[in-house]
Nanobody, 118 residues
Framework: VQLQASGGGLVQPGGSLRLSCVAS????????MGWYRQAPGKQRELVAD???????NNADSVKGRFTASRDNAKNTVYLQMNSLKPEDTAVYYC?????????????WGQGTLVTVSS
């Protein structure tokens, strides 16, 4: 079972990016999926997450700019990032609580780098 994130890159301030994260393997269920980020010298923090039913939760720093969504049929979570700021620069990690052959547990993707700079 793994999470594969993609979509990071270099973008100018005010620009947009869309991150994707696909869960693969023997999965019997997925609860909350979400995105965290870690900037250099800082702790990893929650950016946004979304329940299986579609309820979202955003960090105050990204409200009104970032939107998490998911496609349950594709086991995929997205993060639409608009009006990007230099302080959004970080490695973004996807996270999902999944039921595999063993039990429910949290899984992490490998991270994708987002750099906001002119």
């Amino acid at each position: 079972v793994q999470l594969q994130a993609s979509g990071g890159g270099l973008v100018q301030p005010g620009g947009s990016l869309r991150l994707s994260c696909v869960a693969s393997g023997t999965i019997f269920g997925i609860r909350t999926m979400g995105w965290y980020r870690q900037a250099p010298g800082k702790q990893r923090e929650l950016v946004a997450d979304i329940t299986a039913g579609g309820r979202t939760n955003n960090a105050d720093s990204v409200k009104g700019r970032f939107t998490a969504s998911r496609d349950n049929a594709k086991n995929t979570v997205y993060l639409q990032m608009n009006s990007l700021k230099p302080e959004d620069t970080a490695v973004y990690y996807c996270n999902a609580e999944m039921l595999t052959t063993a039990s429910w547990r949290a899984y992490w993707g490998q991270g994708t780098l987002v750099t906001v700079s002119s």
